[in-house]
């Protein structure tokens, strides 16, 4: 990746239609019009070319959560409910048709990459997925698309050895779920103290079961934190790359940590957010000869959500800091 690679946002108009219940609603669909509009306007618009997602199929979608659950979310939808098992957990009629569009948003980008290695993809797509359990819904989330992107290039690409960095505010309990028993997937999170946080998991001591045991990084941040703390941590993390080896890697990119937003207490800037893409531009480089998918997760504030996006994906083009 460097300043000559192109950007490819994988996206699509049909995440419109997924409905949460209007204006109240944090996850709502002007949240993928806030990403376009900044994009359009902004530093990056002649390098943007934009390529529409697939649909997972429901063997993929198999791959992480179960059976009973693909059934249950379908039908609630179908029968004209309006969320599933808490209010947070908000849909619409289409909503079971769009969550496989956004689960096949990463599945895209995977073979994006292994066609044309070293271009910058990202994944501008909503549901999120990171909270998503494999037989419930948590969080806005109802498929785990992290999950189920690595998944995929361990199946279709013989990539085992696979990584999901998480820097959204929140912990990724469903994306920790899939891979703390797994000796060849590893997963890192940033994210604000589960004493203060949705959803009270990602203590620092959680660090993998059995044959994942050390595959785990969760590295929780006080309330207030900011770029001081986060460029601290930096080390750690490449330490635990390498300790890890992995051969791809898939950035789990929330945005919620922003100062202005309120779904955390976290004080991140927009300048940070370059420099968590000038990070993953290294590792990347570093550790997974430049093989990397970025998948959106959180960022609800809509006068900054755009300017985080694109400063994330400046970063990933730079060459250092």
Request: glycine letters at 10%.
């Amino acid at each position: 990746m460097d300043s000559d690679s192109p950007i490819t946002i994988i996206t699509a108009s049909e995440f419109l239609r997924h409905d949460t219940g209007g204006s109240d609603h944090p996850e709502a669909p002007e949240r993928m019009l806030a990403i376009t509009d900044r994009l359009a306007e902004g530093y990056l618009a002649n390098r943007i070319h934009h390529l529409p997602p697939r649909p997972a199929e429901r063997e993929q979608l198999l791959a992480f959560h179960t059976e009973g659950w693909l059934f249950r979310f379908e039908e609630s939808v179908l029968s004209g409910r309006t969320y599933i098992d808490h209010p947070d957990n908000q849909v619409g009629y289409d909503s079971y048709e769009i969550a496989t569009l956004s689960a096949g948003s990463g599945l895209v980008g995977v073979d994006l990459v292994e066609a044309e290695p070293g271009g910058i993809v990202f994944c501008q797509t909503r549901p999120p997925g990171h909270h998503a359990e494999p037989n419930q819904p948590y969080g806005f989330c109802f498929f785990n698309n992290c999950v189920i992107a690595a998944r995929y290039w361990q199946r279709q690409y013989g990539r085992r050895r696979v990584c999901v960095f998480d820097f959204d505010a929140h912990h990724g309990n469903g994306i920790q779920t899939a891979f703390e028993e797994d000796a060849e997937t590893s997963y890192i999170s940033i994210h604000e103290h589960p004493s203060f946080s949705y959803p009270g998991t990602g203590w620092a001591e959680e660090r993998g079961i059995g044959a994942g045991k050390g595959t785990i990084l969760n590295l929780p941040l006080p309330p207030g934190a900011g770029e001081e703390q986060v460029l601290r941590i930096f080390p750690k993390i490449r330490q635990f790359l390498q300790e890890n080896r992995p051969d791809v890697l898939i950035v789990g990119a929330g945005f919620d940590a922003h100062r202005d937003d309120d779904m955390s207490g976290l004080a991140f800037t927009v300048e940070l957010y370059r420099k968590l893409g000038v990070f993953v531009h290294e590792i990347a480089e570093e550790f997974t000869q430049n093989r990397v998918v970025s998948i959106l997760e959180g960022g609800y504030n809509l006068r900054r959500l755009g300017s985080c996006v694109e400063a994330y994906l400046l970063g990933l083009a730079e060459r250092g800091a």
